[in-house]
């Protein structure tokens, strides 16, 4: 049985992991080889132990946990962006589990969240234009590309990537 919960301090290094993984995946040939070969889990692992250690007023991390392994989670922070709303800052799930409805029901949860918290109904996340299966599942749940940009990446180079929309996210929950 799947549960979802809010992150706690000790998941840190779990996160980290499975975003890196995730990463290291998905963004092949995005990426930088030497990064995705290489620092990946020692960047990732700084970033959710500022994150959890010191979470941001504005922050919400929500976990899905099956018989006690993290399998996924999603990353929201609350009244982002003055015309975007909330940035949806990660999503991920665990390769081997997608296709269960575990990204829908994070999303979810993060857009349940945001409706309760936020002043701004809409919420907003960034997608490599390469991505093309995360920019299937977001259309797919209603979210719709709004604007593109050239952005660095982690571990250097830079990739194109798309913001999409949900301008309600009543379409969500």
């Known amino acids: 049985m799947i549960t979802y919960r809010q992150a706690l301090p000790t998941d840190i290094e ?5 975003h890196a993984r995730s990463w290291q995946h998905a963004y092949q040939g995005i990426l930088t080889d030497a990064f995705l070969g ?14 959890l250690a010191t979470p941001a007023d504005n922050q919400y ?12 989670f999603v990353c929201v922070f609350c009244d982002h962006d003055e015309q975007w709303g909330s940035l949806v800052d990660n999503l991920h799930v665990s390769r081997e589990l997608k296709g269960r409805g575990i990204g829908t029901e994070l999303l979810r949860g993060a857009a349940r969240w945001v409706r309760q918290t936020s002043v701004h109904p ?13 920019r299937r599942f977001y259309a797919y749940l209603g979210g719709e590309p709004v604007e593109q940009t050239v952005k660095n990446n982690p571990g250097g180079g830079n990739a194109v990537s798309l913001r999409y929309v949900w301008r309600d996210t009543a379409v969500l929950v």
């Open 122 to 134: 809409s919420l907003h996340l960034w997608v490599f234009e390469q991505n093309l299966a995360a």
């Open 38 to 51: 290489g620092a990946i889990l020692d960047d990732r692992r700084a970033v959710w132990q500022e994150r």
């Open 14 to 18: 779990l996160i980290a992991q499975l």
């Open 61 to 72: 991390i929500l976990t899905a946990v099956e018989d006690d392994k993290l399998i996924g």
